[in-house]
């Protein structure tokens, strides 16, 4: 099925069908990409791309266009901003709202006894579980889904046959992607975020979210850690202290400007040591650090109708370094 949906006034194709197509690229790929395809006890297809899987940055980008429901460009290049760390990631997408939120956020808590996942991609969108559906005027209707796992292991029956209730398919047709944070395609996912956290953000300040047009967003390649918490720090200190978005937006300048201002992750009042000193400060409560740490380091924000483009933040090499081991 691969009708297409209208939302804040776009014409949008079906993320699930449009992540579907970059599924068949993964798994016919599999040996280039290095992951393991197989089928689990309910028929759904499970894609290990970093747990016992070698998977690597390719099959980090491909996630993270999965994640994101095809409406996203993803690629990995040398840039200026960190002498010490050369490559970036950059994401856009011209439907940043339906990419970021409706399909890459990862909103969706998936448990069952010991198994923990929050699961990300254009599967939430035809759940619709999350509250923040009450807010999104998207909804997919497809024939498979796909959900993005950040965990090391696939997830047990019971949270597969949550997923294809909620879903309304088929066991057979739920394609599980999972990678721990400790992988290189976890750690490369997770960087891929950094639009996303933007968006998030701006939500999170009440910017109208039909007002946003576009945007693009670029934080550099985090390398892996063994240790969990390490792994995690990283991957949030690329964003939060040298992640960089620039958005497009319609509507007042004044409210351009608010939004740049407001937006970067400097405004926490966690901001200043690396993520996993704040994670262990907290006592591995993470919900008691700052939701607002959780934003790219620079905001960009162009306001369409009057050409002017508004700044905030800057990027912290020193912090970045020190999260990095440089």
């Not at 009440?206 to 850690?225: E, K, M, R, W, Y």
């Amino acid at each position: 099925m691969s009708g297409s949906h209208t939302t804040a006034g776009r014409v949008t194709a079906s993320v699930n069908v449009l992540a579907g197509e970059i599924v068949d690229r993964l798994v016919a790929g599999a040996e280039r990409y290095r992951v393991s395809v197989s089928r689990g006890s309910l028929g759904e297809l499970l894609i290990d791309a970093g747990a016992k899987a070698a998977g690597g940055i390719d099959a980090g980008l491909l996630l993270t266009e999965i994640c994101m429901g095809g409406l996203g460009r993803v690629s990995l290049a040398h840039a200026p901003g960190a002498e010490k760390w050369p490559f970036w990631l950059t994401v856009g997408s011209s439907d940043p709202v339906v990419a970021c939120l409706a399909s890459q956020y990862a909103g969706w808590s998936l448990q069952h006894e010991k198994f923990f996942a929050l699961g990300s991609g254009p599967g939430r969108a035809q759940a619709r579980v999350e509250k923040l559906f009450e807010e999104l005027s998207y909804t997919d209707k497809a024939e498979r889904v796909t959900i993005v796992l950040e965990s090391g292991s696939p997830p047990p029956k019971e949270v597969v046959e949550k997923v294809a209730t909620k879903s309304g398919v088929d066991p057979k047709n739920v394609a599980f992607i999972y990678a721990p944070t400790q992988s290189l395609a976890g750690s490369v996912q997770v960087v891929g975020r950094v639009l996303e956290v933007a968006l998030h953000k701006a939500h999170e300040l009440h910017f109208p979210l039909d007002n946003i047009v576009d945007g693009v967003a670029t934080a550099p390649l985090s390398p892996p850690h063994p240790d969990f918490v390490q792994a995690m720090g990283r991957t949030n200190d690329a964003i939060i202290y040298a992640g960089r978005a620039h958005l497009f937006v319609k509507g007042p300048a004044a409210a351009a400007k608010e939004l740049a201002e407001k937006l970067p992750s400097s405004n926490s009042r966690d901001y200043g040591r690396p993520f996993a000193d704040i994670f262990k400060a907290y006592k591995g409560d993470f919900y008691q650090i700052d939701g607002s740490l959780f934003s790219p380091a620079e905001a960009l924000v162009t306001a369409v109708e009057t050409g002017e483009t508004f700044r905030g933040g800057e990027i912290n090499v020193a912090l970045l370094d020190k999260s990095f081991g440089a």
